[in-house]
Nanobody, 123 residues
Framework: QVQLAESGGGAVQSGGSLRLSCVAS????????MGWFRQAPGKEREGVAG???????FYTDSVKGRFTVSRDNAKNTLYLQMNRLKTEDTAVYFC?????????????????WGKGTKVTVSS
């Protein structure tokens, strides 16, 4: 079993930045894909960003050019740098992991999930 723990959420004004982190309980560098998802109040959970074992990245259209996903395998840590935040980015953000993910923005692909960290963006 692998446990994931997110951190870095908070409140920020529109246009500001936050960096989210997700620490895994074991190494995920060999064959694991990682992803970030978010769920806004009253909406379904959606994929935000993903990264495969070769550090190729994937983003949903609404965050392209603003968010950057990265990983530090030596630290078993996944990051999401969020810049130029908008009010519509307000949500609880979750990290997820699974070996051999085919579609990195689909939640059904992932086996392990963190408990989430809340991001609130005000206008």
């Amino acid at each position: 079993q692998v446990q994931l723990a997110e951190s870095g959420g908070g409140a920020v004004q529109s246009g500001g930045s936050l960096r989210l982190s997700c620490v895994a309980s074991q190494s995920t560098n060999s064959n694991w894909s990682m992803g970030w998802f978010r769920q806004a109040p009253g909406k379904e959970r959606e994929g935000v960003a993903g990264i495969d074992p070769d550090s190729r990245t994937f983003y949903t259209d609404s965050v392209k050019g603003r968010f950057t996903v990265s990983r530090d395998n030596a630290k078993n840590t996944l990051y999401l740098q969020m810049n130029r935040l908008k009010t519509e980015d307000t949500a609880v953000y979750f990290c997820a992991a699974r070996r051999y993910v085919a579609d990195h923005l689909q939640q059904v692909e992932y086996s392990y999930w963190g408990k989430g960290t809340k991001v609130t963006v005000s206008s």
